[in-house]
């Protein structure tokens, strides 16, 4: 019987910490992997991201794909950083072979995974980031479904 989705909520105080977490979701994760993030501009998806990317052990300047759409980072197992942000058409995301990036074993991150709809990969470890009360505050809500639950083992310890 397969595992039920699991959820974890982290509160981070800074971009440092927000980063720390990516650090630790990255490390835990296994080549064909996709995290979808979500949240409002600001929140710090590309910090995450960031995080996510070292963790996994890639390498490389870790910059927000805004403008490229796509970056890619070589390390033990390649990682490739989307995001969604300026796509207006659902044909535009089709055309940028996520399905591929994943099918080769790569891990997947994507920035503004909302916009993908059903072109997102699945199955996949979601987060959300919220604005917390203060001013550099997020809250983070990551789920995973239930064959990738172990990815948040811990990930809310800093």
Known sequence: ???SPRSVQV????????????RR????????????LVGPLGAGKTVLARGIVEGAGARGYIASPSFV???????PT?????????IERSADIADLGLDEMVEA?????????????????????????????????RVLELVAPGDRVDRLNGIEEG
Request: no cysteine.
């Open 105 to 137: 074993g790569g891990i997947l991150i994507v920035e503004w995974a909302d916009r993908a709809g059903d072109l997102l990969p699945g199955p996949r470890i979601g987060v959300e980031i919220a604005f917390g009360p203060a001013e550099t505050v």
């Open 78 to 86: 390649r990682v490739h950083h989307a995001d969604l942000y300026r």
């Open 25 to 36: 979701l990255g490390a835990r994760l296994h080549p064909g992997d996709v995290v979808a």
């Open 69 to 75: 759409l796509v970056r890619d980072y070589e390390g």
């Open 1 to 3: 019987m397969a595992a």
């Open 11 to 22: 509160l981070t105080r800074s971009a440092d910490e927000t980063e720390a977490v990516g």
